[in-house]
């Protein structure tokens, strides 16, 4: 057990539709990564979140937004979601700002769209 | 940006055997190395790091080595168990001083079968 929870573990919803994520990083990381992890396209990097700021940006499309808030659990929100949108998203926690820190994934969210 | 190739995609060895993945960065800038281990309906989970100030590290049946010259780092796991099979993932990424907030970069990962 890494420390790092998610929830929902699976998530089925139409295309079209607003999904929220949510992430409790471990006990005294300040920050929150977001990846999306897909057959295709593999891991990879979304945004970094360091103790409710923004802090750098990866491929996250535009219908893609996240927060962090002041207990440091960390939201991600997909809107007018496609097919493609379909995935596992993680979130990974570290005591650092930057990723030169140990990163603590957490078990994941099945997104389904259909 | 930052590119991470991971040869091979599928690596089968008899159990006992030693196993080698690797890994090539593009980005000089990169001076942080992590593989991670994945097991089906997991999470990915660290195994070990190194950064780009130490050439070797080890840690009981798992090394990695990195040649900053070539861009270049390696997982080797020595005497392999049947409960390493999983999917195995390296990454770069650069952490600049002052706190970096680059992602990292993965490769496309590495399917390690133990035949029993």
């Known amino acids: 057990d890494s420390g790092v929870t998610q929830t929902p573990k699976h998530l089925i919803t139409a295309t079209g539709q607003r999904v929220t994520l949510r992430c409790s990083p471990r006990?005294?990381?300040?920050?929150v990564y977001w990846y999306q992890q897909s057959l295709d396209q593999g891991l990879q990097f979304l945004i970094h979140?360091?103790?409710?700021?923004?802090?750098a940006k990866g491929n996250i499309l535009e219908r893609f937004s996240a927060q962090q808030f002041p207990d440091l659990h960390s939201e991600l929100n997909l809107s007018s979601l496609e097919l493609g949108d379909s995935a596992l998203y993680f979130c990974?926690?570290?005591?650092?700002?930057?990723?030169?820190?140990?990163?603590?994934f957490g078990q994941g969210t099945r997104l389904t769209v259909v | 940006g930052e590119n991470v190739e991971q040869h091979p995609s599928t690596l089968s060895v008899q159990e006992g055997d030693s196993a080698v993945i690797k890994c090539t960065y593009s980005d000089s800038a990169s001076n942080y190395f992590p593989w991670y281990k994945q097991e089906l309906g997991k999470g990915p989970q660290l195994i070990i790091d190194?950064?780009?100030?130490?050439g070797e590290k080890k840690d009981q049946r798992i090394a990695v080595t990195l040649n900053k010259t070539a861009k270049h780092f390696s997982l080797h796991i020595t005497e392999t168990q049947p409960e390493d099979s999983a999917v195995y993932f390296c990454a770069a990424s650069a952490s600049h001083s002052g706190g970096g907030a680059d992602g990292l970069t993965f490769g496309k990962g590495t399917h390690l079968i133990i035949q029993p």
């Open positions: 990974a926690s570290s005591v650092r700002a930057g990723q030169g820190g140990e990163a603590f």
């Open positions: 006990s005294g990381d300040l920050s």
């Open positions: 979140y360091y103790n409710g700021e923004e802090r």
């Open positions: 190194i950064r780009s100030n130490v």
